[in-house]
């Protein structure tokens, strides 16, 4: 079984310029999540998709971020302007059928983030 | 925020030794998740535990739930130098099961 795909695995940017993350979910999974995670720390929810619907973005920065799963596969996160603090590792998971306790996360490797 | 609290911070063992980790939290949860996660690699599942539950095995993995305490430990018998890596644990909670990572310990296990 293929696991969850992340692109680029590195990115470098300057302050203000744009970026975008592309996540491929585990097939079958209709439950998708990006993470930031800052180092040294736990990785913090972003946003929450089901299928193609937002179930939770509570924690997105909405000013800068943005993130779209158009046909309920893959998903793409953006953003734009880049501050310093954007800084971190965006993790995207993927999992079956977390409303039925089945919330077993699966991650992929993550994109670095460098901006300066 | 985070919801968990990982301790300690950091811990240095010999291999063939046990390995402890202390996770506290401060809501009602639905389940608890233990993850580890290699230096510049995603997580990886290791072994989730349900509220009512109060220990559970996986091969040299042991998790115990104390929901009293909101508190759960997870130990690892027998280390190995492949198992060094980060630890962090995960509540989830509410109807989506959302799940909230605790700030990890880092466990190194030298050959």
């Known amino acids: 079984e293929a696991g969850v795909a992340q692109s680029p695995r590195y990115k470098i940017i300057e302050k203000r310029q744009s970026v975008a993350f592309w996540c491929n979910p585990i097939s079958g999974h209709a439950t998708l999540y990006w993470y930031q995670q800052i180092l040294g720390q736990g990785p913090k929810l972003l946003i929450q998709f089901q299928n193609n619907g937002v179930v939770d973005d509570s924690q997105l920065p909405k000013d800068r971020f943005s993130a779209e799963r158009l046909k309920g596969v893959d998903s793409t996160l953006k953003i734009q302007p880049a501050k310093l603090e954007d800084s971190a590792v965006y993790l995207c998971?993927?999992?079956?059928?977390?409303?039925?306790?089945?919330?077993?996360?699966?991650f992929g490797p993550g994109t670095r983030l460098t901006v300066l | 925020s985070q919801q968990g609290e990982e301790d300690p911070q950091a811990l240095s063992i010999q291999e063939g030794e046990n390995a402890t980790m202390n996770c506290s939290y401060k809501t009602s949860i639905n389940n608890l998740q233990w993850y580890r996660q290699n230096s510049g690699r995603g997580l990886v599942h290791l072994i989730l535990i349900r509220s009512n539950e109060r220990e559970k095995h996986s091969g040299r993995l042991r998790v115990t739930l104390d929901t009293s305490k909101k508190s759960s430990s997870l130990l690892i018998t027998a280390s190995r130098a492949a198992d060094t890596a980060s630890y962090f644990c995960a509540t989830a909670r509410g109807g989506a099961n959302n799940l909230f990572f605790g700030t990890g310990t880092r466990l190194t296990v030298i050959p």
């Open positions: 998971a993927s999992s079956l059928r977390p409303r039925e306790g089945r919330n077993e996360q699966f």
